[in-house]
């Protein structure tokens, strides 16, 4: 059977919504860390930007993403510690095990390399998730579900309607 292709116009928010979904199925079904932290990044990667775009327009002042709230964060702890540190620097090292696992140069690169899978994993998915609430207002119930599995509650709820949403970017 042949299957029919078809172009189609898809929206960046949807995908990085589906994107974030993926991750979080995979996460509760104990899939791959890899692919988790992957799904993620992109979520978190595509959000950023769309944030960045819509925020120029609808807000006076600059909106952070996840990203940029955890690099001026790093780098104040830095310069706190007398290790100032470029947002590039931090920005690779954020980046490190994601782009271990996405590039080789086999005239640098090592084969191994050593990393916690799964505090990798926390931080792009919460990234992701900041982000996803700054384009969407609302969690997801998959949303609550890792944030309540991850922080040990026994139950986190939807804000009512209008109460304590974050306004919608997109």
């Not at 104040?76 to 980046?95: D, Q, S, V």
């Amino acid at each position: 059977m042949r299957m029919v292709k078809v172009y189609r116009n898809y929206r960046k928010d949807e995908i990085a919504a589906r994107m974030l979904d993926t991750a979080l199925d995979l996460f509760f079904k104990d899939g791959d860390g890899f692919s988790i932290i992957h799904l993620a990044a992109a979520a978190e990667e595509v959000l950023a930007g769309l944030i960045k775009h819509k925020a120029t327009k609808a807000y006076s002042s600059p909106v952070q993403t996840a990203r940029e709230k955890t690099i001026s964060a790093l780098k104040e702890i830095h310069a706190i510690h007398g290790t100032n540190r470029t947002e590039k620097e931090i920005g690779t090292y954020l980046n490190s095990v994601r782009n271990k696992t996405k590039h080789h140069d086999p005239e640098s690169d090592p084969v191994e390399f050593s990393a916690c899978l799964e505090l990798e994993v926390e931080g792009a998915v919460f990234h992701a998730i900041e982000n996803y609430i700054l384009c969407f207002g609302n969690p997801t119930d998959k949303i609550i579900r890792y944030i309540n599995l991850q922080h040990g509650q026994k139950e986190l709820r939807k804000p009512p309607n209008g109460s304590g949403q974050v306004q919608r970017l997109i």
